[in-house]
């Protein structure tokens, strides 16, 4: 990679950086200041209920990521994060002003139609400024953001406990921020060119929407990518979405100190995992084109003990470090999955191949989201529900080294 392109490449992870953060800040937000919404919005009622929302929010958002993907792919990456961001920001600002349940359903939605545009056409230009050797850190570096954006979003229960300040006032500012952002980031990010786009040797060539879909369904290596994306984030929603709560309600601590433990430890140990996934697959990937899915294995690997280990913790400390080793196997799995696509299909369908992962992945989040609202109601026992979800990260394991790169895509 020449000097300026460089440069250029890595401006685009410093400039996406501040988006992924907003990207999850309100998501986490909710989560933990669930005490203080559904007390502000009695008609929520019930677990269910806001298990109900937080689906919701996933499914509308799985639903459009293929589209959102295919847009950015076939039209402009840069005006599709923008216009995202803007109006996923609009949205963020108008949750902090709704009044009853059915209000705060549709503003989640809405956040769903507008965040849903985001993640692949980040990821797809990231990956196409980004050639071999330094995607995966490029890619971790932006994950990062992401986990800045929980971290964050995890002290947000002792704003929501401020009776100067509270949750709507979080939201309130947090939209704003974005709709500030997202005028600058207009004229400051790029489009790759699409010389970098096809490899500067291959015509780039567009696909319509069906033709999309046939081809990545008849690619094996994407299906078993599909399904390694989906099963850990059975436990990867539930761990974002509810893990304040569980320890709130396991250990009888307060609302601030139960969003904080659940989100700082095992964020911090997330950004470290990505950190040194990164590094160590596109170092990896000199000695072998399966070094991204070696590493990502081995951060898999941590899942197992780590969700046997929170399902089991007796104490508040035993859950943080179990759930830092989760943060660590996160880390690792979450940096190499657009690296890994980007060896098994067409630059040209990068961001709808991860839409369309989205798409699997998020929905079934969805549904965990709904099923533990219900598990929860039903009594039934940590240790039994994270034993599944440990079952599935071993399965995980298995599914990610059958995948076979594709040597024409490999360098590209």
């Known amino acids: 990679m020449i000097p300026s392109a460089s440069r250029t490449a890595w401006l685009v992870v410093a400039l996406l950086f501040p988006v992924a953060l907003l990207n999850y800040l309100d998501r986490q937000m909710l989560a933990a200041m669930k005490f203080s919404v559904m007390h502000d919005i009695p008609s929520i009622a019930t677990e269910a209920n806001w298990g109900m929302m937080l689906g919701q929010f996933k499914w509308v958002y799985a639903i459009l990521s293929p589209v959102g993907g295919y847009i950015a792919d076939r039209f402009s990456r840069r005006y599709t994060i923008c216009g995202s961001l803007f109006v996923w920001s609009v949205v963020t600002w108008w949750t902090g002003h709704v009044k009853s349940y059915d209000e705060l359903l549709f503003a989640r939605s809405l956040m769903g139609v507008s965040e849903a545009f985001y993640i692949p056409a980040a990821l797809a230009l990231i990956a196409n400024h980004h050639l071999g050797e330094t995607r995966s850190r490029a ?3 932006h994950q990062m953001g992401i986990y800045v954006g929980i971290m964050v979003g995890g002290f947000s229960g002792y704003v929501a406990d401020a009776p100067s300040l509270g949750w709507r006032w979080a939201f309130d500012v947090t939209g704003l921020v974005g709709v500030l952002y997202a005028v600058p980031l207009l004229f400051l990010l790029r489009d790759a060119p699409k010389a970098v786009d096809a490899n500067a040797s291959v015509i780039p060539r567009t696909t319509g929407f069906g033709d999309a879909a046939k081809e990545l369904a008849t690619n094996r290596s994407f299906i078993l990518l599909v399904l390694y994306f989906t099963l850990p984030a059975l436990a990867g929603w539930v761990v974002k979405d509810w893990m304040p709560a569980i320890l709130k309600d396991k250990f009888a601590i307060g609302q601030g100190k139960a969003g904080v433990s659940a989100t700082l430890f095992v964020n911090l140990a997330s950004l470290i995992g990505a950190l040194i996934g990164g590094y160590l697959a ?11 899915i070696y590493v990502s294995a081995l951060g898999m690997s941590l899942l197992i003990p780590a969700l046997f280990g929170v399902g089991n913790s007796s104490s508040l400390g035993v859950a943080i470090f179990f759930l830092v080793l989760f943060g660590l196997g996160w ?16 630059p040209e369908l990068r961001a709808t191949g991860y839409g369309v992962m989205n798409l699997v992945s998020i929905s079934c989040g969805g549904f965990a989201d709904v099923a533990f609202g219900a598990l929860r ?12 979800f440990a079952s599935t990260a071993m399965l995980s394991v298995v599914l990610v080294l059958m995948i076979r790169p594709t040597s024409a895509q490999a360098g590209k």
Do not use: H, Y
């Open 282 to 292: 596109d170092r990896w990937m000199r000695r072998s084109e399966r070094g991204r």
């Open 139 to 141: 890619v971790g570096f």
């Open 331 to 346: 880390g690792t799995f979450d940096c190499n999955n657009m690296p890994i696509l980007s060896q098994i299909v067409r």
């Open 377 to 388: 109601d039903a009594k039934v026992p940590l240790n039994v529900i994270f034993g599944v």
